[in-house]
């Protein structure tokens, strides 16, 4: 079976940095750590109110890793503005609102079609991989299909949150649109809630290419360490898929 990529998110790491408004924790190191660990990527989320990623982690991420950058972005002229100035090796593009506390759930890529268009294009066209992060739903993908959006990221934030035959529901859910997309072109990622008990169902599924997962590895690192942690997930990822 093919390898699983593994992106990790870094957006905490500036979180508690930015909490007592100084340099450390370093998110640049963070993202460094992650490589020499096994992370495929580095991914970052680049909210309109900055509350943890700023610009300047976007510019020095690009001169500082090896790995592709995978800019997360809500769909504005200014993100647009910020994406084309930068050129990450992808662009997920999230809905996004102030007052959550994180992503909420997936794009309505269906309700938005003559908006992310355009954005789309330019995107494509400075060479930019473009994924919308979805729910794991046929209307979705189908919308994902028509935008010529390369990438669809599932948000499995449902399936994280949920028990028993509520999860499994959900499980079969994300297996479904996966080999749906996959059948039509579109390569899947997933991410969201994703942690060390239930990374794995989701990982077993052969079609899914990617995996982004953040708050919990930062949160866990605190404990073990970042480096044994991005292992630890990297090797239960590899498992899964073994």
Same mark, same amino acid.
């Given at each position: 079976?093919?390898?699983?990529?593994?992106?990790?998110?870094?957006?905490?790491?500036?979180?508690?940095?930015?909490?007592?408004?100084?340099?450390?924790?370093?998110?640049?190191?963070?993202?460094?750590?992650?490589?020499?660990?096994?992370?495929?990527?580095?991914?970052?989320?680049?909210?309109?109110?900055?509350?943890?990623?700023?610009?300047?982690?976007?510019?020095?991420?690009?001169?500082?890793?090896?790995?592709?950058?995978?800019?997360?972005?809500?769909?504005?002229?200014?993100?647009?503005?910020?994406?084309?100035k930068h050129r990450p090796h992808a662009a997920c593009i999230v809905p996004e609102r102030r007052e959550e506390v994180t992503t909420e759930g997936g794009l309505n890529a269906a309700g938005q079609h003559n908006?992310?268009?355009?954005?789309?294009?330019?995107?494509?066209?400075?060479?930019?991989?473009?994924?919308?992060?979805?729910?794991?739903?046929? =209307?979705?993908?189908? +919308? &994902?299909?028509?935008?010529?959006?390369?990438?669809? !990221?599932? %948000?499995? #934030?449902?399936?994280?949150?949920?028990?028993?035959?509520?999860?499994?529901?959900?499980?079969? =859910?994300?297996?479904? +649109? &996966?080999?749906?997309?996959?059948?039509?072109?579109? !390569?899947? %990622?997933? #991410?969201?809630?994703?942690?060390?008990?239930?990374?794995?169902?989701?990982?077993?599924?052969?079609?899914?290419?990617?995996?982004?997962?953040?708050?919990?590895?930062?949160?866990?690192?605190?404990?073990? #360490?970042?480096?044994?942690?991005?292992?630890?997930?990297?090797?239960?990822?590899?498992?899964?898929?073994?």
């Amino acid at each position: 079976m093919s390898h699983l990529r593994l992106g990790v998110n870094i957006d905490h790491v500036a979180t508690i940095r930015n909490a007592r408004g100084g340099a450390y924790p370093d998110p640049i190191r963070a993202a460094i750590v992650a490589q020499e660990a096994g992370a495929d990527g580095i991914t970052a989320h680049l909210r309109e109110d900055r509350r943890h990623i700023i610009d300047q982690d976007i510019a020095h991420l690009i001169g500082a890793i090896a790995l592709p950058l995978n800019m997360e972005m809500a769909a504005t002229e200014e993100m647009l503005a910020i994406a084309l100035k930068h050129r990450p090796h992808a662009a997920c593009i999230v809905p996004e609102r102030r007052e959550e506390v994180t992503t909420e759930g997936g794009l309505n890529a269906a309700g938005q079609h003559n908006h992310l268009q355009p954005l789309i294009t330019r995107l494509k066209d400075a060479g930019i991989r473009v994924s919308l992060f979805i729910e794991p739903d046929p =209307r979705q993908i189908e +919308a &994902a299909l028509s935008l010529g959006a390369p990438v669809v !990221e599932f %948000h499995t #934030g449902r399936y994280a949150h949920s028990e028993g035959e509520e999860r499994a529901v959900e499980l079969r =859910r994300i297996a479904d +649109a &996966a080999a749906l997309a996959a059948k039509n072109g579109i !390569e899947p %990622h997933a #991410g969201h809630g994703l942690t060390f008990d239930n990374v794995q169902p989701i990982a077993a599924i052969p079609q899914i290419a990617e995996l982004n997962i953040g708050h919990f590895l930062i949160g866990e690192a605190i404990f073990e #360490g970042l480096g044994p942690v991005v292992q630890r997930m990297r090797g239960l990822m590899d498992e899964a898929r073994g």
